[in-house]
C-alpha cells in the first residue's frame, strides 16, 4: 500500500483537488451554494472574492471591451498567485481536459503507440502562436475570439451544465492526443497552458534534480508531459526553471532513484550560493 501511494501520491491529490473542484461548481449551479460559483473563465468565492481568467482578460482587453472592477481583480488574484507559488499548476491540478489527455497518455504507454508511429514535427511553441493570434483576431471583431471555441470551456461547462458539445471536445481531444500527437492539445496546442507557462515561469515552488542520485533509467521523461523541461536529467543538479514544467509531480513519483523532488526555488538558491561565497571570501 505505501508502494503504491508512493508512485502515485500527487495523481491522487491532483485528481481529488480536480473533481473537488467541479463538485464544488456543481454546488454552486445545482443547489446554489455560494462556496464557488461560476466558471474556469469567471468565479467567485462565497461572493466575495473574484477570480478571472488572465487570458480570457486578455482577449476581452484586445477586444475593446469595458471590464468590470471585479473581473480586473479576479485576474490580478489568479496571476499574482500562479506567477509567485502555483506555476503552470493550473493545467494539471485545475483544468478538466488534464483528466482526459493523462487517460490518452497512459493508453499510448499501454500500447507502445510511440513506437508504432512515426516522431510528427509539431512545435511546442504553436500555442504561443494560438495566443497572439487570438488577440488579433480578437481586436479585429471586438470578440473574445478563443473563448468561442475553447474545448477546456466547452468541458467544463460542459460537465457543470450538461455535457452537449462538451463530449465532442472531449473526444476530439482524446482521439488527438492517443493516435496523432503525444501531449497534442496540453503540451503543444492550448493557448491556456500557454499563458500560464509565461505568468509561471518565476514561481517558487520547483521540481528539483539531484543528479548525484540519478540512474538514467528515463521514467521521468517518459510520463512527463513536457519532457524538454527535464533536459538536465543526469546532467547537472539543478531545479526545473521552465515555466512549461506544469507541476504535477509525476516525475517525482516515478523516480525510484530519488533523484527528482519538489523543492522551493528561493531557499534552494540561497542554500546551494552559500557555499560559494564562503570560499571566495
Not at 527535464?230 to 513519483?253: D, F, P, Q, Y
Request: glycine content about 8%; some cysteine.
Amino acid at each position: 500500500m505505501k508502494h503504491l501511494y508512493d508512485k502515485y501520491r500527487f495523481l491522487f491529490l491532483r485528481r481529488v483537488t480536480q473533481m473537488g473542484l467541479l463538485m464544488l461548481y456543481m454546488t454552486g449551479s445545482y443547489w446554489g451554494w455560494t462556496f464557488l460559483t461560476g466558471n474556469l473563465s469567471s468565479s467567485s468565492i462565497l461572493g466575495l472574492i473574484p477570480l478571472s481568467d488572465p487570458y480570457a482578460v486578455l482577449q476581452m482587453v484586445a477586444a475593446g471591451a469595458v471590464l468590470s472592477t471585479n473581473l480586473l481583480i479576479g485576474a490580478a488574484i489568479i496571476v499574482l498567485f500562479y506567477m509567485v507559488i502555483g506555476g503552470r499548476a493550473f493545467c494539471s491540478w485545475v483544468c478538466p481536459v488534464n483528466m482526459i489527455t493523462d487517460a490518452a497518455n497512459y493508453l499510448r504507454r499501454a500500447f507502445d503507440f510511440d513506437k508504432i508511429q512515426k516522431k510528427q514535427p509539431a512545435s511546442r511553441h504553436i500555442r504561443y502562436w494560438i495566443i497572439g493570434l487570438s488577440l488579433m483576431i480578437s481586436s479585429a471583431f471586438g470578440v473574445a475570439a478563443f473563448e468561442f471555441i475553447s474545448p477546456v470551456s466547452m468541458v467544463h461547462r460542459g460537465i457543470i451544465f450538461g455535457l452537449g458539445f462538451g463530449w465532442a471536445a472531449m473526444l476530439v481531444i482524446f482521439l488527438f492526443d492517443l493516435f496523432v500527437l503525444k501531449n497534442g492539445w496540453c503540451g503543444h496546442i492550448c493557448p491556456i497552458g500557454g499563458c500560464y507557462s509565461l505568468i509561471g515561469r518565476f514561481s517558487i515552488f520547483r521540481v528539483h534534480h539531484n543528479e548525484a542520485h540519478c540512474t538514467l533509467c528515463m521514467k521521468c521523461k517518459v510520463v512527463c508531459p513536457e519532457s524538454q523541461v527535464l533536459h538536465m536529467i543526469g546532467k547537472t543538479s539543478i531545479a526545473v526553471l521552465s515555466g512549461e514544467c506544469t507541476n504535477c509531480g509525476r516525475c517525482v513519483e516515478v523516480c525510484d532513484d530519488d533523484a527528482l523532488e519538489f523543492s522551493i526555488r528561493k531557499l534552494l538558491e540561497a542554500s546551494t550560493s552559500q557555499p560559494l561565497k564562503e570560499n571566495i571570501s
